[in-house]
């Protein structure tokens, strides 16, 4: 038996799946926006410094990083008494929810409707 490899075609697929897999991330971001979950006083850590790091995406890995010098310390005390004004959901620990939360299926959901967008389903 001789099994040929279509690498063309692999390499396709292989790209596709990348390409969804940023778009996943970035419906990610979009949803936890609209959660208004996220400390929000100017805007800045929110609208500014959260983005999709997709510098490992040939290895399939994007992160949804917060890169402001505070994110840490805000995430890691849901304890703190967060200004609720601009986002009433405000609190640490935003993204647990996607992690193992009520929202732990949604990146799954995103990624299989971004497939299917990538191959015009």
Known sequence: MKITYNNKNINEILENAR?????TAEAV??????????????????????FVDDKKIIKGVVNLV??????????FHPEYNFNKKQNPNAGGRWFDTYIDGNKKDLPIQYFKKMLKRRYGQ
């Open 19 to 23: 390409l969804a897999l940023i778009d």
């Open 29 to 50: 971001k979009t949803d936890l926006i609209k959660s208004q979950t996220m400390p929000f006083d100017t805007g800045t850590m929110q609208n500014d410094s959260t």
């Open 66 to 75: 917060t890169d402001t010098p505070y994110a840490r310390k805000m995430y």
